[in-house]
C-alpha cells in the first residue's frame, strides 16, 4: 500500500483537518464528528441540504458543502456510511428552521443511518425529509432487491436541490425538485485498476493486467462482469448505450453530462472519453446543456470512469446553471 | 445459565476478541461480495463497546445490553451498524431490569434482536444476509429449549443451524444489501454478515458451556 | 498499459476534442494545430497570455484558458514541448493589439521553441514578451547548468498574470507582476509511482513497492534521491522545509498554499498533507491568505504530490483573489 | 562525394530509417536521465520529413536541407526539434543553391550546423548534451579533409570521433538540457541527444563509403 497518509485508521480525521486548514472560508468542522458543515451555518430561513456517506469519495460529500450546494457533509470511515449521531449532529448544526433534506445514496448502510438519524430529528422537533439517490443504470433494478445504487448523479442531485434551496424553495419543494433529478439522471461506470482501502492495506478485488470491469460500484463492489481492455471509444460506447436506453433518453432530449474519474484516471482520459460520448448524443440528436468532466465521484485511487446523463427541463437547467460556491464545485 | 450481568459483560467481551480474531477473514469474505470492511467496522465497534464496559458495572443487564447496541449504532456505520445496534437494543429492551438472565431471558431476547433486525432491514431468510445464520439458529434454540434442554446444548444447536445457515448462503444469490448489486454473481460465496452473525452465536454458546 | 484511450498516438487530439466538445462557452481549438484558445479571442486591446508545454499535465495547460487566466495554450505531444508553428498560431489567434506574454517553464526545449515562435512572431510585427518560471527548489540553481525546473508555481503566473491583463494591465506591466510571481513561488514534489507515457506504453521508471522519489520532476524526470516510504507528516515536513529555505519564507510573511496532486493520489491524500503544510505555517509565523487542494499540474496518472508556496504581497493578493472562470480553475 | 541533391534525400531517407530502428534504444536512455521521449521524437520527425521529400524531387540541396530543417522544427518538439531543425536550416543556408555537393560543402554544413545548435542551446562541450559527439566529430572530419583524406574516409573518422564523444558523455554531469536537473546522478549514463548524433553520422558514413 502506498500512500500519503499517516496513520491508516486515523485518515478521515486527518483529511477533514486538513480540508478545514485549507477552507476557512468555506466550511468548518463539528468537534470529533467528522461533519463538515458551511461557515455561515445555519442559513436563518433557508432549507437545508445534510448529505453524507463513507469516505473515500472525495470530493464527495465535504468538497460541495458552501453556498449553493450542501449545508453539511457527514464522513463515515472510508467506504462506510456515517452514524445516525453524525447525521443528528449535522442536522442540528445547520437547520435554520425551514426544515433539512436529507440525500441519500441508496445502500443499505446509508439508509438505515440516515433513516435513524431522522427518527431521531424528528424526536426532537425538527423537521426533515428523504430522497435516496439510484442512477447506476449497472444494477437490475427490482422491487425483490436493494434496488439500483447511488453514484455520481448524486452530484447533479447536490446542486440543483442546493440552488432551489439557495433560491428559497421550501422543504417540499427542494425535496420534489431533488426527486425529478433522480427520476432523470442515469449513470454507469468501469474500473480498470480496484483501490486500497487503507484499513485493509491491499486491493479489495484483482483484476489482470489486460481486464476491466465493467458496472464497478464505488465501493470496490464488483460490476456485471469483466473483459479484456478495449479502445476508450468502445468503453465509451458501452456505457454510454446501458446509460442512454435505460431512462430512455431520445432525441430532441436535452441534457447535462457528466464524466467522472475514479480518482487515479487521469484528466486527459477523461477528455477522451468525452469525445466519444459528445458525439454519441449528437448522432442521436440529444443537445447537451452543460458537461462537467472531472473528479466528482471517486473510489480512492481507482483508475476508471463513470458517465452520467441528466435529462433536463426549464427548471432544472434554470437550477444547474445558477452559480455554486463550494470547495469541490464552483461554477461563476 | 444463570447469568449474572457481570458474566454477560464478559460474554460480550468474548464476543469482541472472537471479532477482533476475525476481523480479517470477515473483511475478506466482505470484499468478494460487498466492500471489504466488515470485518473492520465490527471490530471497531466492539473495540467501543470494549471501552464502555467498565462504566456500566454494577448495571442491570437491559442497561448493558442497550448501551452495547447504542455504542454499535454511533461507532460502527454502514449495515451492519443499525442491524446489529437495533438487535442489541431490543434484546436490552427485552430482557428490562434484571440482573441474572435465565434461558427464557435469553429465547425472548433472541427473539427480539431478530424482530429488530427484520424491521430495520427490511430482509427476509433467503435474501443472504445474518437472517439467514440467525433465524435458523433461534428456531433451533426455540426449540431445544422447549423441549427442555438446558441453554448451553440449546445454544449449540442454535450454533449449528447458524453454520448450516452460512453454508446455505453460499448457494443463494443476495437480495438486500452491498451484494445485491452482483446478482447472479453473489452465488459461490457465503455472506459475511451471517459469518458475524454465526461466530457470535458460537462465542455466546462456547461461553455458556466452558465459561470460556 | 492500461488506459482509456484509442491509439496511443492520438491522445492528445482525442483529448483536445473531447475537452472542445465539453466546454464551447470557454474555448475552441485551432484546426490541426493542438493550440486551445479562448472561445471569444482575439479580446480586443487586452494583452493576450499564451502558454503550453507538453500534454499529460491536465487540467495544465489547456484548462487554464479563459476569463482572467490564458488566452491560448499549446499542447504539445505527451512530455514534449510544442513546435514554434504551435505557438506562433497562438499569438496571431489572441494578439488583441496589446501585445502577448509566453508564459514559459525552464525546460530547454520550451525555450526554444517559445524563443523561435516570439522571433517569428516578431518577424509579423506582433509584440511578444517571455517570462520563465522556475519554481522546483528540488533542483540546484546554478548558472552553469539549466537552472531550476518549472512546475506547479506555474498556476500562480496564469492566475495573477491572467488577472493583471484582465484588469487592462499593459504588456510591461503584465510580465513585471509574471515576474514577482515566479521571484515569489517555490515548489518541491515527489512521486510513489512511475506513469506510462501512452507512446511508450511502459513506465518511464520503476520504483520498489517500499520506495519514493523525492524530488521528482513532472515529467518523470528523476528527482533528488530515493528513500523508503515515509508517512505523510514525515513527507510533507521535507518538502515544504525545502520550500521554505529556499526563498527563504519567514514569520510575518502572508503566503498563497497549493497542495498538487500528480495524477494518481486521492484527493484525501492531498487534504492529509495540506494538514501538516498548514501546520508548519502556523508554528513558523507565516499566514495563509488562499489554500488550493487539487491536481492542478500533473503527471498523467503518477501518484505523488507537490507542495507550492508564493509569498504575498498586496498586489498579489488583490490579483490572486479576483475572479477567475476557465474549465480548470474557478474562483467566484 | 560528390553528392547529388538526389543523392542526399536518398541519404536523408536513411537517417530516418535509423533514427526508426533506434527508436526503442533513445527513448530508452532518455528514460534514465530525461523524459523518455527523444527516440519517439525523432522517429517522428523524420517520418513528416520523410513525407515531404517526394515534393523536393529536382530542389537543389539548400532547399532540401533547409526543408528538412523546417520540418524538424515544426513536427519534432522538446529540445531536439529546435536543434536539429536549426542545424539542418543552418547546413542549407550554408550550401546554398548547389545541386551537387562536394567534400568542402560537407564541411562547411557541418561547421554551420554545429554553430547553429550552440547558438540556439547554449551548450558547450562538456555539458553531456549531442554537441559531445558532434563537435569532436566534426573537428576529425575537417583535420582529415584538410590533409587530403577523401570523404568517406574523413566521415568516418568522424564517427569514431562521434562514438567517442558519447562514450564521454557517460562520464560526465549534465549541465544542459533534461539530464542537468539530475546533477551527479546523470553521471553512468551516456546522452540520448550524441547518441543520435551519433547515428546520424555513422549513418552517412555508411551511405558516402558503402552508398548504404
Ligand atoms: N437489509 C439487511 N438486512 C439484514 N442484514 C443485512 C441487510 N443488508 C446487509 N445486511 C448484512 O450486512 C452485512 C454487511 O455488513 P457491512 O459490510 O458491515 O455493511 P456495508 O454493506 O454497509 O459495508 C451483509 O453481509 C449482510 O449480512
Ligand atoms: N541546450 C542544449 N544544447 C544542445 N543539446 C541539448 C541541449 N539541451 C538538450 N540537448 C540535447 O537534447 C537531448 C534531449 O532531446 P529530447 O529528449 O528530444 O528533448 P527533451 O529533453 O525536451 O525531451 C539531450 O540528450 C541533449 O543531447
Ligand atoms: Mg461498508
Ligand atoms: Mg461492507
Ligand atoms: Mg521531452
Ligand atoms: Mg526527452
Known amino acids: ?332 | 445459565m444463570p447469568l449474572t450481568a457481570q458474566e454477560l459483560m464478559d460474554m460480550i467481551r468474548a464476543i469482541g476478541q472472537t471479532l477482533e480474531e476475525n476481523k480479517a477473514f470477515l473483511t475478506e469474505l466482505d470484499s468478494a461480495i460487498g466492500d471489504a470492511d466488515h470485518g473492520i467496522n465490527m471490530a471497531k465497534g466492539f473495540h467501543a463497546v470494549e471501552e464502555k464496559l467498565p462504566d456500566l458495572t454494577g448495571k442491570d443487564a437491559g442497561t448493558i445490553l442497550k448501551t452495547v447496541g447504542m455504542t454499535l449504532v454511533s461507532t460502527v456505520g454502514g449495515a451492519a451498524g443499525p442491524l446489529y445496534g437495533t438487535a442489541f437494543m431490543r434484546a436490552g429492551m427485552a430482557v428490562g431490569s434484571k440482573e441474572v438472565l435465565d434461558t427464557r431471558d435469553l429465547v425472548r431476547a433472541l427473539e427480539a434482536a431478530i424482530q429488530g433486525i427484520k424491521q430495520r432491514g427490511k430482509a427476509e431468510r433467503g435474501d443472504k444476509t445474518m437472517i439467514d445464520a440467525l433465524e435458523p439458529a433461534y428456531e433451533a434454540i426455540e426449540k431445544e429449549i422447549a423441549a427442555g434442554k438446558e441453554a448451553g446444548a440449546a445454544l449449540a444447536a442454535g450454533v449449528a443451524a447458524a453454520e448450516a445457515g452460512v453454508e446455505y448462503t453460499k448457494g443463494i444469490i443476495a437480495r438486500k444489501g452491498r451484494a445485491s448489486y452482483l446478482g447472479e454473481r453473489s452465488i459461490g460465496h457465503q455472506d459475511p454478515g451471517a459469518t458475524s452473525s454465526y461466530l457470535i452465536l458460537k462465542t455466546m454458546a462456547e461461553f455458556l458451556s466452558g465459561r470460556k
Open chain 1, 1 to 332: 500500500m502506498k500512500k500519503l497518509i499517516n496513520q491508516p485508521d486515523r485518515v478521515v480525521e486527518d483529511m477533514l483537518a486538513g480540508m478545514a486548514a485549507a477552507y476557512p472560508q468555506y466550511i468548518r468542522l463539528l468537534p470529533d464528528l467528522n461533519v463538515v458543515v458551511r461557515a455561515d451555518a445555519p442559513v436563518k430561513g433557508k432549507v437545508a441540504l445534510v448529505s453524507g456517506g463513507g469516505s473515500g469519495h472525495e470530493p464527495t460529500h465535504g468538497g460541495y458543502v458552501g453556498r449553493g450546494m450542501l449545508d453539511a457533509a457527514c464522513a463515515g470511515n472510508v467506504f462506510t456510511s456515517p452514524t445516525p449521531d453524525q447525521v443528528l449532529a449535522a442536522i442540528k448544526a445547520v437547520d435554520g428552521g425551514a426544515g433539512v433534506l436529507l440525500v441519500v445514496k441508496n445502500y443499505t448502510g446509508d439508509i438505515m443511518n440516515f433513516d435513524m438519524a431522522a427518527e431521531m430529528a424528528a424526536a426532537e422537533g425538527i423537521e426533515t425529509a428523504s430522497v435516496v439517490v439510484n442512477d447506476d443504470v449497472a444494477v437490475e433494478n427490482s422491487t425483490w432487491t436493494q434496488g439500483r445504487r447511488g453514484i455520481a448523479g448524486t452530484i447533479f442531485v447536490h446542486k440543483i436541490a442546493g440552488a432551489k434551496a439557495q433560491a428559497g424553495g421550501s422543504l417540499s419543494e427542494v425535496k420534489a425538485v431533488a426527486e425529478k433529478v433522480i427520476a432523470n439522471v442515469r449513470s454507469m461506470g468501469m474500473a480498470l485498476t480496484p483501490c486500497v482501502v487503507p484499513a485493509a492495506g491491499k486491493p479489495n478485488f484483482t483484476l489482470a493486467e489486460d481486464e476491466m470491469e465493467i458496472g464497478m460500484g464505488i465501493h470496490g463492489e464488483p460490476g456485471t462482469h469483466r473483459e479484456k481492455i478495449k479502445t476508450a471509444d468502445e468503453i465509451t460506447a458501452h456505457l454510454t448505450e446501458k446509460v442512454l436506453n435505460d431512462l430512455p433518453f431520445k432525441s430532441g432530449d436535452e441534457v447535462a453530462v457528466m464524466v467522472n474519474g475514479l480518482g487515479g484516471t487521469p484528466l486527459m482520459e477523461l477528455f477522451i472519453v468525452n469525445k466519444k460520448v459528445a458525439a454519441m448524443l449528437a448522432e442521436r440528436g440529444i443537445k447537451v446543456f452543460r458537461t462537467y468532466v472531472g473528479e466528482f465521484m471517486t473510489s480512492l485511487e481507482m483508475a476508471g470512469c463513470s458517465v452520467t446523463l441528466l435529462r433536463l427541463d426549464e427548471e432544472l437547467k434554470e437550477l444547474l446553471a445558477a452559480p455554486a460556491d463550494t470547495p469541490g464545485f464552483k461554477q461563476l
